[in-house]
């Protein structure tokens, strides 16, 4: 059975969409995120004048998400240097010290674990120009506080929605999951037309189409459809141009498209529809277990 975890949040304005701060009970570490209009109110507090560790949140001009991993001795000064420098981030999120015995080196050391870890799972492109250095060489008894201390970080940004590091690393990243690994069934959809397969499984509570699987190498829809279900398929038409572009799907010797890396989706369905190049499909019966049931059956199961 899995631990719990107790993670407090404050609403620092009492509202949602404001500044927020997050802690764990027994953990040093303190997480603010908060947007970029509220800037000066950020740089104004006493934690942002600390040394940390800090993530940039937004877009490329292309509307596709984009983020940026840096440290620093001083917060707000730094954030104050990439609010005149960088444009494309709309969000914040930095983590300091509660106790002040966060070092510079200490922040370097959590830096690069943490770039390296996005790179790893690839799921939100970074902005970092430079692999970082330094902060690699600290103490054993250092490291291994600086790798709790990044769990509990990891543990604490998909509550406040940053999703930079949800999936799997790449190191577990293979062509089909280990159901051991999250103790959740690996499901397959067959596509018979092109001899092909792709396989999706549950992690972090998302349904994860996974690394090398092979989809519908075409996009197809009937012409005589509604206005509703046309916009649905030009929509998963234009995602799948991006991830061609990004380098996420690629074609392999055969003309099939394989994917390099796991790919999220909102639901099986979203996932199926995907999958088969369609406007949409019916994901809890598509997607088979091992012995040949459904996702709804398996669901069922499980409730």
Excluded at 46 to 71: F, H, M, S, W
Excluded at 95 to 108: E, F, I, M, Q
Aim: aromatic share 8%; charged share 25%; net charge neutral.
């Amino acid at each position: 059975m899995a631990e719990g975890k107790h993670i407090s949040l404050f609403l620092i304005d009492g509202t949602f969409g404001g500044l927020v701060t997050a802690e764990i009970l027994n953990w040093t570490g303190h997480v603010l995120k908060g947007s970029r209009s509220e800037l000066s109110r950020i740089c104004q507090r006493e934690e942002a004048q600390r040394t940390g560790v800090y993530i940039l949140l937004g877009a490329d001009k292309a509307g596709n998400p984009l983020a940026y991993i840096g440290e620093t001795d001083n917060i707000a000064n730094r954030l104050r240097q990439h609010e005149k420098k960088k444009a494309f981030w709309n969000d914040v999120v930095f983590v300091t010290s509660k106790d002040g015995n966060l070092t510079s080196a200490h922040a370097r050391y959590i830096e690069a674990q943490l770039i390296q870890r996005a790179k790893e799972i690839g799921r939100i492109p970074l902005e970092n120009g430079n692999e970082p250095t330094g902060g690699a060489d600290l103490p054993e008894a250092d490291a291994s506080d600086m790798h709790h201390f990044i769990k509990e970080f990891l543990t604490i940004l998909p509550v406040l929605g940053v999703e930079v590091f949800r999936g799997r690393s790449a190191e577990n990243n293979g062509p089909v999951a280990s159901e051991s690994q999250t103790d959740l069934p690996v499901f397959h959809l067959y596509i018979k037309k092109y001899d092909c397969t792709a396989y999706a499984q549950i992690i972090d509570g998302e349904f994860t189409v996974l690394k090398g699987s092979k989809i519908a190498p075409k996009t197809t829809q009937k012409k005589d459809v509604t206005e509703g279900t046309l916009k649905q398929f030009e929509s998963r038409k234009r995602r799948r141009e991006q991830l061609f572009n990004s380098g996420v799907i690629a074609a392999d010797d055969e003309g099939l498209l394989v994917l390099t890396r796991d790919v999220q989706f909102t639901s099986p369905s979203d996932a199926a529809a995907f999958v088969r190049g369609r406007a949409s499909a019916n994901g809890r019966i598509e997607w088979k277990t091992e012995d040949g049931g459904t996702y709804a059956d398996w669901e069922n199961k499980e409730r």
